[in-house]
């Protein structure tokens, strides 16, 4: 039970990250710190840490309620966020390590929805937490960014070891995986990823996580360089170049109008 899944609001995910033979655990975002405590409480870990992937409220909206409530604890997010994570009090940079009790992770610096997103990557639990950049099937709008920024953050995920499990802050993958097939639907792969979200779901259940192998098969902003996917943009914008960052921005100006 190293990671445990909290459902936040309507569709985030705030996700514990728990050393098993200590019991401390931290928290991957949180906005409502209710639910958070309580899945702490219910398994008797120590809370010891906050790990904020990006400053937007959904991700960060319980930082302040949690720094009150238990004594001592760390709220990590990154520098590059310039201020805005609630309750900061350790800065991370990319490259630097994070501990819960005995367990190391990795700062990755993956701008682009935000200026100073990070992801957190747990080599021995083979477990990346990439908030609003990387979802299932999908990306996160590039809000701060340019496109050539997100395409260089997904390319450092996906250079993650395949196994990796994905874990990303919303469930969003029913809609991204409705996306992905308008623009690759002889995709194998996609459509039985697509029968099985759609079961889960109807089955109340959460799609994630995913590993990167899974994601390099499905994933359109992954797949900048699939033949069909470049046949079916072109098609609609005859002016299209095979560069894959002007591919992937068309993608994503697509899926924003989905
Ligand atoms: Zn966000």
Redesign the pocket.
């Known amino acids: 039970m190293s990671v445990i899944t909290v459902p936040q609001l309507t569709d985030n995910y705030a996700y514990l990250v728990v050393d098993d033979a200590s019991g401390k655990a931290a928290v991957v975002d949180c906005a409502e710190p209710a639910a958070v405590l309580d899945a702490v409480g219910k398994r008797g870990l120590k809370l010891e840490a906050v790990l904020s992937t990006?400053w937007?409220g959904d991700?960060t909206g319980g930082n302040s309620a949690l720094a009150a409530k238990v004594p001592g604890i760390k709220i990590y997010g990154a520098r590059a966020e310039g201020g805005r994570i609630p309750a900061l009090t350790d800065p991370v940079d990319d490259g630097d390590t994070v501990k819960v009790g005995n367990l190391v992770g990795r700062v990755l610096g993956i701008p682009a929805?935000t200026n100073g997103h990070v992801a957190y990557y747990f080599a021995s639990l083979k477990a990346l937490f990439c908030g609003?950049t990387l979802f299932v099937a999908g990306c996160?709008r590039v809000f701060e960014g340019r496109a050539a920024t997100m395409v260089a953050s997904l390319n450092k995920l996906a250079s993650l070891p395949d196994d990796t499990q994905v874990f990303c802050g919303h469930e969003y993958t029913e809609n991204n995986l409705r996306f992905a097939l308008t623009v690759e639907p002889g995709n194998d792969a996609l459509k039985k990823k697509y029968d099985w979200a759609r079961e889960r779901r109807r089955e109340k259940q959460s799609t994630i996580p995913s590993t990167i192998a899974e994601e390099k098969r499905t994933n359109p902003f992954l797949r900048t360089d699939s033949a069909e996917i470049r046949a079916n943009l072109k098609r609609v914008n005859p002016g299209l170049s095979d560069d894959s960052v002007e591919i992937f921005a068309k993608l994503r100006e697509m899926k924003d109008r989905f």
């Open positions: 990006h937007h991700h929805h609003d996160g």
